[in-house]
């Protein structure tokens, strides 16, 4: 397992509490996409960037969490049964870290967030999906909590291992493609995914149970996306992510972009039942993930593809 950092322990609660709070004034992310480049590994031999990302490195980009403690960095994992996850630059897009992460009985990883822990920050790693309903060979769902590796301090390889979190929902298994981890509180959220865009947001015991311990899931909202006529994959969710300042997040469907509104200064419970926004969609093929930039100047997404070139886009906060 990774140490905990000087710079992570600085994320102390308290400090993270007062962000939660902050008032944030009206804002939104209506300009246009921008995109920042395909991640790319190094150099070819011609002196260009080598955007052939091997898929035993990076298969099916599926998730985006924001470090905390590496500045302008973001982190991606594969999708399915694949446990790679890479640190890239969100100014560059160049992969600066290659590292597999250790979930047990893995089956569809799907999403992943960073946020509070013990060990000051961590990824949280969410094997949530169901493939459309199937159930898990294994009949587990659960997400895994890592610490953070600290690129400033060499880690830039190597594998991250940590504590594992099975959990059950009421009435059973349900697919989810969406999972968020509150900045402040460390409250994890996994959303449902449907076809009838209606998704049920779920809640993980604060505090978490003895690691290994399976929990049993609360439901806390639903939400109610459009569907497009003729055109289903417009209500799915596939990717979540809480605001910085916590009341506010993001929902990622196949081809739209929405983000849920609290009142300035209210709790994030009040976004689960805030207003809904349509922003600037990043116009990919299939849509699976979506992320804050840690200041809230930005959002990025990757599409979800077989294979390289992966291309990271940003909407810019107005």
């Known amino acids: 397992m990774f140490r905990r950092t000087s710079l992570a322990l600085a994320l102390s609660a308290a400090g993270l509490l007062a962000l939660t709070a902050s008032a944030v004034a009206a804002d939104d992310y209506a300009g246009p996409a921008v995109t920042v480049g395909n991640l790319w590994d190094g150099l070819k031999p011609d002196g260009t960037r080598n955007t052939v990302i091997p898929q035993d ?17 973001q982190y991606v994992h594969s999708e399915k049964d694949r446990k790679t996850m890479l640190a890239f630059s969100t100014v560059t897009a160049q992969v600066v870290g290659k590292y597999t992460v250790a979930i047990p009985n893995v089956f569809d990883w799907e999403d992943i967030a960073t946020g509070p822990c013990p060990a000051g920050s961590c990824i949280f790693a969410g094997d949530i999906g169901t493939a459309r309903d199937i159930p898990k060979p294994n009949g587990i769902s659960s997400v895994v909590r890592v610490p953070e590796p600290d690129l400033s301090d060499g880690q830039t390889s190597g594998t991250l ?42 809640k993980f015991p604060n505090p978490l149970p003895k690691p290994g311990t399976s929990s049993v899931l609360t439901k806390v909202a639903t939400l109610t996306l459009p569907l497009k006529e003729g055109d289903l994959p417009y209500g799915e969710v596939t990717a979540a992510s809480i605001h910085p300042h916590a009341n506010r997040f993001l929902v990622r469907t196949y081809r739209k972009v929405y983000e849920y509104r609290g009142p300035e200064g209210a709790p994030f419970a009040s976004a689960l039942t805030g207003t809904r926004v349509e922003l600037t969609d990043t116009v990919e093929g299939q849509g699976e993930s979506i992320e804050y930039a840690p200041d809230a100047s930005a959002y990025f997404t990757l599409s979800e593809k077989l294979a390289a070139p992966y291309t990271l886009k940003r909407v810019d906060l107005n």
Do not use: C, W
């Open 161 to 202: 291992t940590g504590d594992y979190f099975p959990y059950t929902m009421p009435g059973g298994p349900k697919n989810a493609e969406a999972l968020m981890v509150h900045p402040g509180t460390g409250d994890i959220y996994v959303i449902t995914k449907s076809t009838k865009g209606i998704s049920d947001v779920y």
């Open 57 to 73: 490195v990076l298969y099916q980009p599926s998730g985006l969490g924001a470090s905390r403690i590496n500045p302008k960095l």
